[in-house]
């Protein structure tokens, strides 16, 4: 995100490519963003930018000419400003008409052939501007240019309920700080080795009193003694020298004719550097730090995932790597939809064939049980025809009831039952009482079996 040192490099590149050259015609807008329009029209006109904080204020200036304007109703007299807030990702970029960013959502012609074009590039779309606009009441001073206007700003408001806060989250607080952002306080914090969640005012209370002491001091008209600056950098003076730093470095990323920005990475001391602890504040910005957090640290809050640094480019891809990125969603969608279908096939058929043995055993079970007593009922009556007559009715007796065993015991397995009938429930007695009276006492199987093999 633009800080206020690359918004203040925003202006100077803005002054230094547009220096002498001559716009004209009307701004235009892109489609798709939802500022509002600038109404300004001019057939010749100029471009000069300042900044404060976080804000960049373009203006266009008409350049008169003794020739009577064309359309007076039309046409711009006056200079009109334009107050810019750059939000994630905006940056402004002078290129030739043909080579226009696709992301540039407003725009400013030159007169000259071909023509060039000066435009605000917002990729993310969370940047604004304002036509005839000023700087924004509830921003304080600027920390970089404005520094004791600032600095009295802070230490005379500090019962204010901003400073209730920690002083990492303060430091967030444009109404104070107007210019300080993530990886500014990352920096200042590191250096003066304060805990990123103490409390604010705990911090700059002594910053206060000393400021109170030296006043007393110059109403005594006592010999000066040492300064702020002589007593070492102190929090609210380091707001203002690192961000300059910066700005003699050439800025975050910022300038877009500079690809190479190894000086600021080697200059950062705590954000992003591998070894800091990170913590994320309760308004959900990660902080990097290194030591204690402090007391009022977020409780159950986690370090998020560390990202690796990557190199910025130009992400306008062309139409053929597109149709082939395409390509490869496509075909690698095709390979894992069938290759679910070919399993579930598999597994239906797997299904039907380990049904089918144990329905298979079931049955043979049953055909075997029926065939036994059937074979077993050929070979008794076999037998009985050659055994005495008063033997032959402990065998019958015996088959029947092998017989009717081999049924319950296919009724059981099967689920049903045979069905009792009042004709059945006679003929069933009339065998029992048969076989009770002509037969001895109910003997085992084995006994049953043996006897027969006795006989023979």
């Known amino acids: 995100m633009p800080e206020g040192p690359e918004l203040h490099l925003a202006s100077l590149y803005v002054n230094r490519m547009c220096e ?16 509002p329009e600038v109404p300004f029209a001019c057939n010749a006109y100029r471009v000069s930018a300042t900044s404060r904080g976080k804000e960049v204020r373009l203006t266009l200036t008409p350049i008169k000419s003794d020739e009577p304007p064309e359309t007076p109703e039309n046409q711009n007299q006056e200079p009109m400003d334009i107050v810019f807030r750059f939000g994630m990702s905006g940056f402004f970029r002078l290129t030739l008409e043909n080579e226009l960013h696709k992301h540039a959502h407003l725009r400013f012609y030159t007169c000259e052939k071909p023509r060039r074009v000066l435009s605000f590039v917002d990729v993310r779309r969370f940047g604004s501007w304002e036509p005839n606009g000023t700087w924004q009441a509830d921003r304080g001073p600027c920390i970089m240019f404005e520094y004791e206007s600032f600095r009295n700003n802070v230490l005379s408001n500090l019962e204010d309920k901003a400073f209730d806060r920690p002083i990492c989250e303060a430091l967030l607080n444009q109404k104070f700080f107007n210019g300080i952002g993530n990886y500014l306080r990352a920096e200042i914090l590191y250096r003066l080795n304060i805990p990123p969640f103490m409390k604010a005012r705990t911090v700059l209370e002594g910053l206060r009193s000393q400021r109170e002491e030296d006043e007393k001091e110059e109403l005594n008209s006592k010999p000066a003694g040492k300064t702020e600056r002589d007593c070492g950098p102190d929090l609210l003076s380091l707001c203002n020298a690192v961000p300059l730093e910066v700005v003699k470095l050439g800025g975050k990323g910022y300038d877009p004719q500079k690809e190479d920005y190894s000086d600021f990475e080697a200059w950062l001391q705590c954000y992003y550097v591998d070894g800091m602890k990170t913590l994320r504040d309760h308004n959900g910005r990660t902080m990097w730090f290194k030591g204690d957090p402090g007391a009022m640290a977020p409780k159950g809050s986690k370090s998020p995932k560390a990202k690796k640094r990557v190199k910025k480019e130009d992400h306008d891809h062309t139409d053929a790597e ?40 079931r049955s043979r079970s049953i055909q075997a049980e029926e065939n036994e007593g059937e074979e077993e009922v050929e070979v008794n009556h076999a037998k009985e025809n050659a055994k005495p007559k008063g033997r032959r009715k402990a065998s019958t007796s015996v088959v029947l009831r092998r017989s009717s065993s081999v049924r319950r015991a296919r009724g059981s397995q099967s689920g049903r039952e045979e069905p009792k009938t009042p004709q059945g429930n006679k003929r069933a007695t009339r065998r029992r009482k048969s076989s009770s009276a002509a037969e001895p006492p109910r003997r085992s199987r084995r006994a049953s079996r043996g006897s027969v093999r006795q006989s023979n």
């Open 20 to 35: 002498g050259v001559v716009f004209s015609g009307a701004v235009q807008k892109s489609e798709v963003s939802k500022n």
């Open 322 to 361: 597109k149709a082939a990125k395409k390509k490869c969603s496509k075909s690698s969608t095709k390979e894992n939809t069938a290759k679910p279908e070919s399993g579930t096939k598999k597994a239906k058929v797997e299904r039907k064939v380990s049904r089918r043995p144990s329905v298979s055993k």
